[in-house]
């Protein structure tokens, strides 16, 4: 929403912006103006669409992951080796490099570090504070 005003000042701005507004324009003012603000908010909401998209996508991934395969990629994203993974978790190294192949088809990540970079924007996700 785009606040239209013929008295502007703080308090009424800080009411607008609380209640959704976007932006604001003060009367009078030109067709192009408000013209501009509308197109920015557009903008702004698309990019904000495309985000929210994006985090439930990669939500949505996550969550097909199995318990074991969670613990497996919560161990890989601390520096772990297989050898170490294999170890805590009681399961050979073969099984850990398994189950990482696993994880990074069904995340679809093409590198360890984009893996990782997703499961951080997960567990945001996941827990926000």
């Known amino acids: 929403a785009i606040f239209i005003t013929a008295f502007a000042d703080v308090p009424i701005a800080v009411t607008a912006m609380k209640s959704g507004a976007v932006d604001f324009l003060e009367k009078p003012f030109q067709p192009n103006d408000l013209l501009t603000k509308?197109?920015?908010?557009?903008?702004?909401?698309?990019?904000r669409q495309l985000l929210r998209s994006q985090r439930i996508k990669?939500?949505?991934k996550f969550e097909r992951l199995t318990r074991r395969e969670k613990e497996t990629l919560e161990l890989l994203r601390?520096?772990?080796?297989n050898k170490a993974i294999a170890a805590k978790l009681?399961?050979?190294e073969r099984a850990?490099?398994?189950r990482r192949a696993r994880i990074m088809e069904k995340l679809e990540a093409q590198s360890i570090a984009e893996l990782y970079e997703d499961f951080a924007t997960y567990r945001k996700l996941m827990d926000p504070n």
């Open 58 to 60: 990669k939500k949505k």
């Open 38 to 47: 509308v197109e920015e908010a557009l903008r702004q909401d698309l990019i």
């Open 78 to 81: 601390q520096g772990f080796p």
């Open 96 to 98: 850990v490099e398994m």
């Open 90 to 92: 009681h399961i050979t």
